[in-house]
């Protein structure tokens, strides 16, 4: 079945530092991929998302590729601020059976962003 | 716009009984999803309900159950609480449209307790 690997946290960067939180993935067929971030007591929020391999997704500062020779999507942001402070999900969904509607997530990785 | 909701926030039960919770999905949304989140770790799927009926479900028993109702609108069902049943609820709702990999968009969960 699907599964997702996250580097396991906690992570704790000074503000202005550069992010990266490795996610790998198994899956058949053709998924697309997402990351989540979970700000403390909250729901999860969508960050970004790439459907097909090489997509770059984008938002708020984040970046994450679609790596499918390496079946990968890091997040990368170049200069965390202190809001940044969340756990970060790393998901995939679908294939080209088209019966596979779930999410499946990776553990969370914590990030921690100090003045 | 009202994003998708979830009642109650908190719950508190006792082993052995029964609890319901509720969901109302993202205006436009016609499809909604439940997941399981433990403490410290992923959220992990329930079922989906497209349509009224239960479209996939995940590795969770029968005491798991779900219902949707005409405007959309979704309730999850858990019969015999067990301690180990204690963790956040997640409500996620999406829309059917012509591509199979569309967005979730989560609810801000009902943390159930078991004692």
């Known amino acids: 079945g699907n599964s997702v690997t996250q580097m396991e946290g906690p992570v704790t960067l000074s503000e202005e530092a550069f992010l990266t939180i490795n996610c790998t993935y198994t899956?058949?067929?053709?998924?697309?991929l997402f990351w989540y971030v979970q700000y403390p007591g909250e729901g999860l929020q969508l960050l970004l998302k790439?459907?097909?391999?090489?997509d770059k997704g984008s938002n708020k500062g984040f970046e994450a590729t679609y790596r499918k020779e390496t079946t990968s999507f890091h997040l990368e942001k170049g200069s965390v601020q202190v809001s940044d402070s969340a756990v970060y999900f790393c998901?995939?969904?679908?294939?080209?059976?088209?019966?596979?509607?779930?999410?499946?997530f990776g553990k969370g990785t914590l990030l921690t962003v100090n003045p | 716009d009202a994003g998708v909701t979830q009642s109650p926030t908190h719950l508190i039960k006792t082993r052995g009984q029964q609890v319901t919770l509720r969901c109302s999905p993202k205006?436009?949304?016609?499809?909604v999803s439940w997941y399981q989140q433990a403490l410290g770790q992923g959220p992990q799927f329930i079922f989906q309900?497209?349509?009224?009926?239960?479209?996939q479900r995940g590795n969770f028993p029968d005491r798991f159950s779900g219902h949707q109702f005409p405007n959309y609108s979704s309730e999850l069902n858990v019969n015999a609480l067990l301690l180990g049943d204690s963790a956040l609820y997640l409500c996620?709702?999406?829309?059917?449209?012509?591509?199979?990999?569309?967005?979730?968009?989560f609810g801000p969960g009902t943390r159930l307790t078991v004692t």
């Open positions: 996620a709702s999406s829309f059917n449209g012509l591509y199979l990999n569309y967005e979730q968009y």
């Open positions: 899956a058949t067929g053709y998924p697309s």
């Open positions: 790439a459907t097909k391999a090489d």
């Open positions: 998901a995939l969904s679908g294939d080209s059976g088209g019966s596979n509607y779930k999410l499946t």
């Open positions: 205006s436009g949304h016609d499809t």
């Open positions: 309900y497209y349509e009224e009926e239960e479209r």
